[in-house]
């Protein structure tokens, strides 16, 4: 037990939030970690586990070459426990890394409890901690009473979004004689069940989404959804063909039974090791309880189906980071005091995890009195931390990883002003070779 004060004081015991304590405390800090979970749970929140995956999506994609896959890489090469979680408890998700949820937050619980220098702590905390060095990692459902006192210290409203949770069904009530298993683009058998529908099939799911009833929001709420994960009825409004352009895309999948490509899919992907649970792939939604039992179990195959967890819908809280944070995720109005997680303005479990690890680290430099080096910008975390400094204020909001936030490549081409253009695919694999070059030294100048 740590019998003194301790030289960090972490709010939030999700996925940010343990990451910001195990980088911290593998680095020689004592970390006070402060947990509502039992005393009360937000909205979105079953368990008493830290690091609880509450939407179903899984971490992404496993590419290297895919940005997201890139930041999980690099979170690796710096010893992330979100890492070595999701790595011991993945579940097969063709090029997507999924996990066990449930042995996920166990791993990650049992990692923080037992670390010698970490003291965990049971308690709602309404008011910005007052000690030297703190980190805020309590997520996008940061309790009334702290948020406020985050405005009162902001001087201004707190900026928000809704975000959407997809349906999990359990695997043993899905007619597997009409689904068919495959990923797109991949000989073989797949990780993904497919939901085939014909053209007429299609056009009346749009249909009965675009007259479903759904979850009013409060009259002094405003729909602002993250355009990443917006709802599938939200989707449906934007004409009869979007969603067959996106969740419900057919492209890359061939149904064995009929040889042809249907119009559209539904793609359930597995949720445990167990294959108990499979999750509705891009069916976030608001619909009301009794809608979502009507119009998905009118999908082929899904006539029997049983909800393990409805979709649902929750507000997001976030900071406008790059007015109020600075290069280190601190607060310029509070010395001392980091933001980490999805508060800080990214979108996503591993942006979540990895601004929380940076924020253990970068608190660790400041405990010492020591210059702080920063990840580089040519880094999946250096392009996170760009994102919030260089974003429009005035139009800012979270974002997910992505390349498009990375320093260009220098051409390769000396006669030409901006070189040929890169194929795609070629771009994000010297990217993410140039980003692993760059991550080398900044890896060993934070090391323990």
């Known amino acids: 037990m740590l019998l003194r004060v301790a030289d960090l004081v972490i709010v ?72 070595r979680a999701a790595d011991a408890t993945a579940v097969p998700a063709g090029r997507a890394l999924a996990v066990d949820r449930v042995a996920f937050s166990e791993h990650i619980t049992d990692a923080v409890v037992s670390h010698p220098r970490i003291r965990v702590r049971h308690e709602v905390v309404d008011r910005i901690p007052d000690a030297p ?27 928000y979004f809704y975000d959407a949770i997809s349906p999990t069904l359990y ?17 073989g058998d797949g990780d993904y069940l497919n939901v085939p529908l014909d053209e007429d099939r299609y056009r009346g799911f749009v249909s009965s989404l675009l007259t479903a009833e759904t979850v009013p929001l409060h009259p002094f709420e405003a729909a602002l959804y993250f355009e990443g994960c917006l709802p599938i009825e ?11 352009f996106g969740p419900m895309k057919p492209v890359g999948l061939v149904d064995p039974r009929t040889g042809r490509r249907p119009a ?7 949720e445990d090791k167990h294959g108990v649970l499979v999750n509705m792939v891009g069916f976030q939604t608001k619909l009301r309880i009794g809608e979502q039992r009507r119009i998905f179990r009118a999908l082929p195959g899904l006539g029997k189906a049983v909800f393990a967890r409805y979709g649902s819908i929750h507000r997001n809280t976030y900071i406008n980071a790059p007015r109020r944070l600075g290069p280190t995720l601190e607060l310029r109005a509070r010395p001392g005091l ?44 250096g392009a996170l931390l760009r994102h919030l400094g260089d974003a429009d ?15 260009p490549l220098l051409s390769r081409s000396p006669g030409s002003p901006t070189g040929p253009r890169i194929p795609k695919r070629e771009k994000n694999r010297l990217l993410a070779e140039r980003a692993l070059e760059s991550l080398a030294s900044y890896a060993q100048a934070v090391a323990p």
Not at 135 to 143: N, Q
Not at 171 to 183: H, K, L, P, Q
Not at 345 to 373: D, F, T
Not at 401 to 407: D, K, M, T, Y
């Open 12 to 83: 939030g015991g999700g996925l940010a939030g343990c990451e910001a304590a195990w980088q911290a405390a593998r680095r020689g800090l004592t970390v006070d970690l402060y947990e509502m979970k039992p005393v009360r749970r937000s909205p979105a929140h079953i368990s008493d586990g830290f690091a609880e995956l509450v939407c179903s999506n899984s971490l992404r994609s496993a590419v290297v070459s895919n940005a997201v896959g890139l930041l999980k890489e690099e979170m690796r090469r710096l010893d992330s426990l979100v890492m």
């Open 264 to 270: 559209a899919v539904v793609q359930l992907r597995r």
């Open 393 to 407: 204020p005035a139009h800012f909001q979270p974002m997910n990883v992505n390349f498009g936030l990375f320093p």
């Open 234 to 244: 939200e989707l449906a409004r934007r004409g009869p063909a979007t969603l067959a």
């Open 338 to 381: 980091y933001v980490a997680g999805q508060m800080a303005g990214v979108e996503g479990y591993v942006e979540s995890a990895a601004l929380g690890g940076l924020a253990g680290i970068h608190a660790w430099h400041a405990a010492r009195g020591q210059a702080l080096p920063l990840p580089p910008a040519e880094t999946a975390h």
């Open 171 to 187: 695997m043993d009530s899905i007619d597997v004689e009409v689904v068919f298993r495959a990923s797109r683009y991949e000989d």
């Open 133 to 159: 060095l703190a980190i805020l990692a309590t997520g996008p459902l940061t309790a009334p009473e702290l948020a406020a006192e985050i405005q009162s210290l902001l001087g201004e409203e707190s900026l």
